[in-house]
């Protein structure tokens, strides 16, 4: 490890920052967020320095660097452009015994500025030593996406009880366990909904009574397999989960996202095939949650297109176990869209309808009258064992047999592939079809050639892209 890290404290101590340009507004910016009496030594400051210096947010000392400034402050920053002055600066400060950065100069520096993620007061710092600082930001940025905004509001209400959860709890390892807990029970999601209200009384109640741990489901949608399109409150659910119930279709890099100790339950579900019946889902998920863990049911595409999600929470609710949705990009949407297929366009179809080709035995049949009108798209989920009869009765019910047709397979992932067509030839092409696949019908599929763009190259960039995010995790 090349540096320690540390946080200072800089709340009302003397900072000097020797420069008045671009590179210097941009540290001032941060010391007077973190409270630091800012100082500084330039010619002339930006226009943003100008205004805090009249607004008496920082005093401009002098417009020349003498070594006795750095005498009675707590830290020094040099950001100038003159590579001589820079270096009296750090000399004058390492014979003061005070840390001092050089902007974009590591050997002159005592201390070096962390990219850095805010939510105060929880703060992340990640630095490279100087060695790669565009990799630092990246990562960065990636945890900007991974850790919510309401993990500050969490930091502070914990903060305001700590004290009070000291005096219940008298070993370390005790109060240790307890905020393990709260942070992985309904108390964050309730932070993240902005119901710090309720959230306390949450708090309360397991300070009180530590041991009845309310559990809770989260019915999160997976997207259609790039794990790219799984959205960022999917991803922080799965990261905090005790047990993932998911399907057959969530894909295996969406998996690799769940937290690493989570218990993974497969439950199936494939049209015409489940591993569990879905009332075995259903008590399974009362089962988990009643015991106190927070539970991810994990659905591929989006848990109420076509995905009984509906169901599974209306059991839920009716049994009083706490829940959330969280929407992912259905296959419609998400598998079209990477075959370069748009589901509606000015020129070609003003309405698209999202049908299952797998319906209940009872069920109400199908309106092929109006499925089969011109200038509207058809999204058939679950249609290959069917597409014979999609074809004949669409056919028969007036729609045009050159109608272009596609069937997407294994969509958003690398190895996607699309059969294009026409809807008399549909059901030669479905059954070739690998699966998952999905069926699209209408004018719309003819922009495939002119607007596919997920080829090889696009696979390898999201493939690395993926690659570091699974890491991450």
Partial sequence: MNYLPLFADVKQRVVLVVGGGEVATRKIDLLLRAGADVHVVAKALTEPLLEKHHAGQLRWLAQEFSP?????????????????????????????????????????????????????????????????????????????????????????????????????????????????????????????????????????????????????????????GDAGLLTLRGLQLIQLADVVLYDHLVSPEVLELVRRDAEKICVGKRASSHSLPQGEINRLLFTLASSGKRVVRLKGGDPFIFGRGGEEVQYLAKAGIPFQIVPGITAAAGVTAYAGIPLTHRDYAQSVLFITGHCRPDGEALDWSTLARGRQTLAIYMGTVKAAEISQQLIAHGRAPDTPVAVISRGTRSDQSVNIGTLAELDALAHQAPTPALLVIGEVVALHHQLAWFGLQAQEAGQTGRSALVNLA
């Fill in 68 to 224: 006795d400034q750095v005498d009675k402050v707590f830290l020094v920053i040099a950001a100038t452009d003159d590579v001589a002055l820079n270096a009296a600066v750090s000399e004058a400060a390492q014979q003061r015994y005070r840390l001092v950065n050089v902007v974009d100069d590591q050997p002159k520096c005592s201390f070096i500025f962390p990219s850095i993620v805010d939510r105060s007061p929880l703060v992340v710092a990640i630095s490279s030593g100087g060695q790669a600082p565009v990799l630092a930001r990246l990562l960065r940025e990636k945890l900007e996406a991974l850790l919510p905004a309401s993990l500050g509001d969490m930091a502070r209400v914990a903060g305001e009880w700590r004290d009070r959860v000291k005096e219940r709890f008298h070993s370390m390892r005790a109060r240790r366990q307890f905020w393990e807990r709260l942070f992985n029970s309904p108390f964050a999601d309730q932070m993240a909904a902005g119901q710090q209200t309720v959230a306390e009384e949450t708090l309360r109640q397991q300070l009180e009574q530590p041991q009845q741990v309310q559990g809770d489901v989260a019915l999160v949608g997976a997207g259609p």
